[in-house]
């Protein structure tokens, strides 16, 4: 099993910037990817940014520019940078662990509100 602990949304005005942040403990293995879903109200989930242990990154074409996905492989932390915020970017922001085969894991979520 693993659990993965979120923070760092809240309310921020259009053109505004957070961070996210996501620790995971518990059966982690060398191997795998961490990254950032999000899901606004009435729309499904989807992916925002994704990285694998060697530094590979994915992005949203939406997103590409103003977010950066990072992650701190001693720590099992994976950051996201959220920087030129627009109010489409409201939505519940969920952390994602997993391996190349293997369950997804899933945080508890966070809120991220872009609003004037």
């Known amino acids: 099993q693993v659990q993965l602990v979120e923070s760092g949304g809240g309310l921020v005005q259009p053109g505004g910037s957070l961070r996210l942040s996501c620790a995971a403990s518990?059966?982690?293995?060398?191997?795998?990817?961490m990254g950032w879903y999000r899901q606004a109200p009435g729309k499904q989930r989807e992916l925002v940014a994704d990285?694998?242990?060697?530094?590979?990154?994915t992005y949203a074409d939406s997103v590409k520019g103003r977010f950066t996905v990072s992650r701190d492989n001693a720590k099992n932390t994976v950051y996201l940078q959220m920087n030129s915020l627009k109010p489409e970017d409201t939505a519940d922001y969920y952390c994602?662990?997993?391996?190349?085969?293997?369950?997804?894991?899933w945080g508890q979520g966070t809120q991220v509100t872009v609003s004037s």
């Open positions: 990285i694998t242990n060697s530094g590979s990154t």
């Open positions: 994602n662990y997993h391996r190349p085969t293997g369950p997804n894991y």
């Open positions: 518990g059966r982690i293995f060398s191997i795998n990817a």
